[in-house]
């Protein structure tokens, strides 16, 4: 495999495990009150802007400036903050009265999962430049 490939390896992973746990366990979901769809889809948005955000890093890693990692790594967060509340905002147009807060915070914290694994990947790679 090769290695620029190898490292997204565990955020594919994140995706796909939480993917088919969601899959897995929609009626117990459904349950407790949790919106299923608005986990997959906050899944797949979580997903997308983290592989943004970890090759914008991982460019910015590259750069004798270190100057560029730290506005990359910035850069990241507005972005990652600046669509999460559009999608939050958007799901409350959408669903009108039929908000679960419970989705939301799910959602929530599905976000600081990719958020580890995004700085677990990012550090591993700044040791081995730096090495």
């Not at 495990?17 to 769809?37: E, H, P, Q, R, V």
Request: aromatic share 12%; charged share 10%; hydrophobic share 60%.
């Amino acid at each position: 495999m090769h290695p620029r490939k190898k490292i997204i390896v565990p955020l594919i992973a994140l995706f796909v495990i939480f993917s088919g746990s969601l899959t897995a366990s929609k009626n117990l979901l459904a349950k407790w009150g949790i919106d299923y769809n608005v986990l997959i889809i906050a899944n797949a948005l979580f997903f997308i802007i983290s592989l943004i955000a970890f090759f914008m890093q991982q460019k910015a890693l590259h750069n004798t400036n270190p100057n560029v990692f730290v506005r990359s790594v910035m850069a990241g967060m507005l972005i990652k903050m600046f669509i999460c509340v559009t999608a939050v905002i958007t799901y409350r147009l959408v669903a009108g009265n039929n908000v679960s807060k419970l989705s939301v915070f799910a959602a929530m914290f599905l976000y600081l999962l990719y958020l580890g694994v995004e700085v677990a990947v990012i550090t591993k790679l700044n040791k081995q430049h730096n090495a």
